[in-house]
């Protein structure tokens, strides 16, 4: 049972920087959509000449192909060169329909947009499943599946290597003229695609794409379907493309492989959703509108040339020195305001006020929380975890000690998540949590931190821990998760940093940051690694107090540190690795005092003496997946 | 779909020798973008115009009346400079490799609409006394055009391999693709062995681009015909070699020529992009 606690002043004030949600009418922004296509709806009526027709026909065509590119590759930053591939697709399908079987044109969209999603949902449920394949990899990887489809579709019946023609099919009669027919389809087209588009970006599914943007595996492990959502982004994608597609047959009114399966398409769409700007909804619609005109002023004017090399010199420019896209910069620009009211609740609540969980304060000792027995974890033959059994009990701080190198972060790791196990097994409140995705993990009630903080570099304070409070904590939308975000900004401190970006933090801030998102999916157990690592005194100081706060608001603390006051002065209990095995399990100051232990962590000792009194390692920053 | 069709020993011997061939300047090719993507971390799409243009000059200064190979002389040492450029302005952006794909794309427009405007968009090919020279070895036809482009092609792989293995200057180029800061640390010149290496790339460019001059057809959008396939080389030998995307060329040169022979010509595409799409789904850590 979730109930949004209201410390004061979380009165919503959703930040300037995610698109759209900004404004206090959220349905604005669909209105406005909707109202601009009526009106434009009513261009045929003027009787303007067929060349306008024509011209707008292609701004709106390359819209919707910018714009539904743009909803995975964009927003999740995987550049997908493969759009001429699924256009392809919704091409072939409705010529091949029309012309083949003379089917009616219009009832070919809906198949050319099937055709063009199962394909994209094929080629997505191979790829996506390979880790390491994103960035350029990506990009090649899709744009040979577009040559890759070329070559058959020419090679058979489909095409023949001749092309196909679409001179006997009928031009549905939607407009007063055949051009005015097409251009109300591609307004009608442009119109759903940018709703659609808006609506992924201001819902839980675009956060959700916009945090594997900036970090895939921290995005997992916060409890983000990844996998599911890429491959939801890239279906809605082909599926618009597919129908862009399908009309476009008939515009052409003859297709060839030639000019369909090309680098062309795809290249036109990065560099207009590139110039527009691809974190926003309607930054390709912008680039698309910009890029089209240019062209066909330069074509219309019979300086086809220039105009290839103008574009060229555009998108150098836009790169270099508009890498976020011409609206970002517009908005820059224009919300020069200040964006937002201070939340009243800076002052009114305590830094120290912990939120109300619904459930009371665990006993501390009670049942076993987590059983790992005979956990393993090895890289290509490094043995980093050697089967350890380890039992943590709810409501306890259970340090997690050992020298560098000993698997304490690779156990996190892989009881997150964020590692497969290679043996094994997890028991998390009677669940078997061994080898399922991190995600799932997350949902089921264990959060954690990293040890250099990794926030999403391009999303707000607050919007980095309402991430983790939709994902993690089930949370149903980004409006509900911004409040509950808020309290736990509150209780970890930051609450004047809410809309800041991760940047202007500094490592103590960043610190918190991550505890303050480890803890906004009220998980029931939360692993912590190496907070205080890098940190100065002082801020131990209140890093302690802070983990004592999360333990009494009813979670379950696992704390990998090096400095010892703070696990001497936390913990409950510890256990100690060494070389990826359990060496010892106790009170902290019995088990420190232990010959094993004291061995593992300073060497054998030649004259034992002079060791016992300081067996303490100081905080030193550990490399690596140790 | 045309059926399979066995073809005689001697039309397959054929075919393997006209696949070597052409695999040699996949290889020629891969090599400058191959190094530039591995040891600089700049996807090069640019490589290719630089080749078509270089194509062109010699096109131009051979029909003047000057011995294609000996126009090399020019061409080299202009196109080092051209990249050396290139690179210096792209080192001052501290560009992404991301980025530079998209970069070196739109100056690939810019290259592409100078030379249609200069030589228009129609076919040119080089008629030169090389073209007139065959071999006949063994019933196999062997033009002089190809040969030079193996023989240069293998010549420059192997040097550029000596000198990535060898010198000073190789291990200086490794160690700073393999961590930059670490290497600065050590004293390395980052900037003077990167605009080197790039003009370098550029002048490999060229080279091809000769190649391609004196045995091919020209024309601006065929530079676009070159990308797939000789990605998929250099993907499949792997980033920043010397040896690998001649070999991987070959390769894929040979299985386009018998998959050519054994069916029809429009299927050869299949061949390269079937590979690179299985290597980079197998190996994909070994791109990046």
């Known amino acids: ?626 | 779909m045309s059926g399979f069709t066995m073809p005689s020993a001697t039309l397959l011997a054929q075919s393997v020798a006209s696949g070597v061939f052409v695999g040699a300047l996949y290889g020629l090719l891969g090599l400058g973008l191959s190094l530039s993507w591995g040891l600089l971390r700049l996807i090069n799409l640019a490589h290719f115009a630089f080749a078509f243009l270089a194509a062109y000059l010699c096109y131009q200064m051979a029909t003047m009346g000057m011995d294609p190979l000996l126009t090399l002389a020019v061409i080299v040492p202009l196109f080092f400079a051209i990249g050396a450029a290139l690179h210096a302005a792209m080192m001052s952006f501290r560009i992404t490799p991301f980025n530079s794909l998209l970069v070196t794309f739109g100056l690939t427009g810019i290259v592409e609409a100078l030379i249609q405007s200069i030589w228009t968009a129609d076919f040119r090919k080089l008629e030169s006394s090389y073209g007139e020279h065959n071999y006949k070895v063994a019933g196999l036809y062997l033009p002089l055009p190809e040969l030079i482009t193996l023989g240069l092609a293998a010549g420059l792989s192997f040097a550029v391999w000596a000198v990535l293995r060898y010198t000073d200057l190789g291990k200086a180029l490794r160690a700073s693709a393999e961590d930059a800061p670490i290497a600065a640390a050590f004293g390395i010149n980052q900037r003077r062995n990167a605009l080197l290496l790039a003009g370098t790339c550029s002048a490999l460019a060229s080279v091809a681009g000769v190649c391609l001059a004196l045995g091919f057809t020209l024309a601006p959008s065929q530079i676009y015909a070159w990308i797939g396939v000789v990605f998929a080389a250099v993907m499949l030998g792997g980033l920043g070699r010397a040896l690998a995307p001649l070999i991987a060329g070959v390769l894929i040169g040979v299985s386009e020529a018998v998959t050519m022979a054994v069916t029809a010509p429009s299927w050869a595409p299949l061949v390269s992009f079937t590979l690179l799409i299985a290597i980079l789904l197998l190996r994909p850590g070994r791109a990046t």
């Not at chain 1, 577009?146 to 092309?163: A, M, W």
């Not at chain 1, 094993?596 to 016992?612: D, F, K, N």
Request: proline share 7%; charged share 15%.
């Open chain 1, 1 to 626: 049972m979730r109930i949004p606690v209201s410390t004061a002043g979380v009165a919503a004030m959703p930040p300037a920087a995610t698109a759209g949600l900004a404004r206090p009418g959220p349905w604005r922004t669909p209105v406005a959509i909707v109202a601009a296509a009526l009106a434009l709806a009513f261009v045929p009526a003027l009787g303007l000449p067929a060349f306008y027709d024509s011209l707008l026909y292609l701004i709106l065509h390359w819209i919707v192909l910018a714009t539904s590119w743009n909803i995975l590759s964009g927003y999740t930053g995987y550049f997908s060169f493969g759009h001429g591939a699924f256009f392809g697709a919704g091409i072939y399908t409705s010529a091949t329909l029309m012309a083949r079987w003379d089917w009616p044109f219009l009832w070919t969209l809906p198949v050319a947009a099937a055709v063009a999603c199962v394909l994209g949902v094929v080629v997505g449920a191979i790829v996506f499943r390979v880790k390491g394949i994103r960035g350029e990899v990506f990009a090649l990887l899709t744009l040979a599946v577009t040559f890759v489809l070329g070559t058959i579709i020419v090679n058979t019946p489909i095409d023949g290597g001749n092309g196909v023609s679409l001179a006997g099919a009928a031009i549905p009669r939607l407009g007063p003229t055949p051009s005015s027919t097409f251009y109300l389809l591609a307004l009608a087209t442009a119109a759903v695609t940018l709703l659609v588009a808006w609506g992924i970006s201001v819902s839980k599914l675009g956060a959700g794409l916009f945090a594997i943007h900036d970090d895939e595996d921290a995005a997992e492990v916060m409890g983000v379907p990844t996998y599911r959502y890429k491959l939801i982004a890239l279906a809605i994608s082909c599926a618009l493309a597919g129908v862009a597609g399908g009309i476009h047959a008939l515009f052409l009114n003859y297709v060839t492989v030639g000019e369909v399966f090309t680098i062309t398409v795809p290249l036109t769409v990065v560099l207009m959703s590139v110039l527009g700007g691809t974190r926003h909804w309607a930054g390709p619609a912008v680039g698309a509108v910009a890029i089209t005109l240019l062209l066909y002023s330069f074509t219309a004017a019979d300086f086809a040339v220039a105009g290839k090399a103008l574009v060229g010199v555009i998108l150098i420019a836009a790169i270099l020195f508009m890498p976020d896209g011409i609206l970002p910069r517009l908005q820059r620009l224009w919300v020069r305001r200040p964006a937002t009211p201070q939340p009243a609740a800076a002052a009114a609540a305590p830094a120290s006020a912990a939120p109300a969980m619904a459930a009371a304060p665990a006993p501390i000792g009670g049942e076993v929380l987590l059983k790992a027995r005979g956990l393993a974890k090895s890289f290509r033959g490094v043995r980093a975890l050697g089967g350890v059994d380890v039992e943590v009990r709810r409501g306890e701080i259970l340090g997690l000690l050992g020298p560098n190198g000993s698997g304490k972060s690779t156990f996190i790791n892989v009881v997150s998540g964020h590692y497969l196990p290679t043996g094994g097994s997890v028991m998390f409140e009677s669940r078997e949590l061994a080898g399922i995705a991190a995600h799932r993990i997350a949902r089921a009630g264990i959060s954690r931190t990293y040890q250099i903080p990794r926030p999403f570099g391009h999303q707000t304070v607050l919007d980095n821990v309402a991430l983790a409070a939709m994902f993690g904590g089930g949370l149903p939308n980004p409006a509900v998760a911004r409040r509950e975000a808020m309290t736990w900004l509150s209780f970890a401190g930051l609450q004047d940093k809410a809309h800041a970006l991760p940047d202007a933090l500094n490592l103590h801030q960043r610190k918190f940051l991550e505890l303050a998102r480890a803890l906004a999916s009220r998980p029931r157990l939360v692993l912590l690694d190496e907070v205080l690592c890098g940190l100065t005194p002082s801020e131990i100081d209140d890093a302690v107090a802070l983990v004592r706060r999360i333990r009494d608001q009813g979670s379950t603390v696992v704390f990998v540190e090096h400095v010892m006051r703070a696990v001497m002065a936390l913990t409950d209990r510890v256990v100690v690795f060494d070389q990826g095995l359990l060496l010892a399990e106790g009170p902290a100051a019995e088990v420190m005092q232990r010959p094993e232990v004291m061995t593992a962590y300073l060497g054998q000792p030649q004259r034992a003496s002079s060791a016992t009194s300081r067996p303490l390692p100081s905080a030193r920053p550990e490399g690596g997946h140790a």
